[in-house]
């Protein structure tokens, strides 16, 4: 299965605390994005960190890459009651150049 | 611009209904895609369409489901009859032709009693 996992599946801090998750995946990738999923909202693309990429930024996101151990996290800093959602990170499928493959997500709870 | 609009938001039904969700995709994409997220698991790829072709089956996940796409425009999901494990929330995307960039919808969520 080229099905990403993340870690932990699920966390709580308190506002204004960083936030940090993690993914694994199994196969070569071009690109690996990272998706939020608010109750109600569906699903939020949040930033996409291409394979010769190590480190980007955007506003409170940061997101690492490393393709030797197949593995990405997302670090969300001074976190927001706002910020509670479940967050996946998702790759193409290697047989696809449409199909998503999506993790099974962390539920990250801030607390006010 | 118009984003991916998905009806109902939520809908209820009892075991053996039958539901059908919609999904109106950003104008001009031609690519339509549905996936769905159950019992708090990941989110699985369900199929994809171009236009009004099916191109990609390969996740539906089995012959209660139906997906459609008459005149390459908005998209229906019919689940029918419904069981208990379909319950879970119902993504639908688009994008364009060429290019990247899927832009998901806001989900259907539905539940099965």
């Known amino acids: 299965s080229q099905q990403g996992e993340e870690d932990p599946q699920a966390l709580s801090i308190q506002e204004g605390e960083n936030a940090t998750m993690n993914c694994s995946y199994k196969t070569s990738i071009n690109n690996l994005q990272w998706y939020r999923q608010n109750s109600g909202r569906g699903l939020v693309h949040l930033i996409l960190?291409?394979?010769?990429?190590r480190e980007k930024h955007s506003g409170r996101l940061r997101v690492t890459l490393d393709t030797s151990k197949k593995s990405s996290s997302l670090l969300i800093t001074a976190s927001r009651a706002a910020d509670t959602a479940s967050y996946f990170c998702?790759?193409?499928?290697?047989?696809?150049?449409?199909?998503?493959?999506f993790g099974s997500g962390t539920r990250l709870l801030v607390r006010p | 611009e118009a984003g991916v609009t998905q009806f109902p938001s939520h809908s209820v039904i009892e075991k053996g209904q039958t539901v059908t969700l919609r999904c109106d995709p950003i104008?001009?994409?031609?690519?339509l895609y549905w996936y769905r997220r159950v019992m708090g698991k990941e989110i699985k790829f369900l199929l994809h369409?171009?236009?009004?072709?099916?191109?990609?089956e390969s996740g539906m996940p089995n012959n209660r489901f139906l997906a459609e796409r008459t005149g390459g425009t908005y998209s229906t999901l019919k689940v029918q009859p419904a069981e208990l494990e379909d319950s879970g929330v119902y993504f639908c995307a688009s994008s364009p032709l060429t290019g990247n960039g899927y832009t998901f919808g806001s989900g259907t969520r539905l539940t099965v009693v």
């Open positions: 369409f171009v236009k009004e072709s099916k191109q990609d």
């Open positions: 998702a790759t193409l499928d290697v047989d696809s150049s449409y199909k998503l493959i």
């Open positions: 960190i291409r394979s010769n990429e």
């Open positions: 104008s001009g994409h031609d690519n």
